[in-house]
Nanobody, 115 residues
């Protein structure tokens, strides 16, 4: 169980930006990947974006033109730049790290987008 710590959430107006960070306490290996999930009030947790340790990315269609996910292996940290935020982006964002022998989650960081 690798501890993951998220930060960067907050309250913004529609069209604003936030940058989320997730730092792992252990080294991210080449076969690992990290991802962001989010959970809106009263909804189930859903996948948002993934970045592999080698830099390959994938996005939920509704965010692919607005969010940018990246990874810094030297710092064991994943980032997600979120631009042009919309009220439907509101929710608790959770960091996920998985690989051949692990699947860990952070505690979450709140993102609120006011209309």
């Amino acid at each position: 169980q690798v501890p993951l710590v998220e930060s960067g959430g907050g309250l913004v107006q529609t069209g604003g930006s936030l940058r989320l960070s997730c730092t792992a306490s252990e080294v991210i290996h080449g076969g690992d990947a990290m991802a962001w999930f989010r959970q809106a009030p009263g909804k189930e947790r859903v996948w948002v974006a993934t970045v592999t340790a080698k830099g390959f990315t994938n996005y939920l269609h509704s965010v692919e033109d607005r969010f940018t996910i990246s990874i810094d292996n030297a710092k064991n940290t994943m980032y997600m730049q979120m631009d042009d935020l919309k009220p439907e982006d509101t929710g608790v964002y959770y960091c996920n790290l998985w690989g051949p022998s692990r699947n860990d989650w952070g505690q979450g960081t709140q993102v609120t987008v006011a209309s």
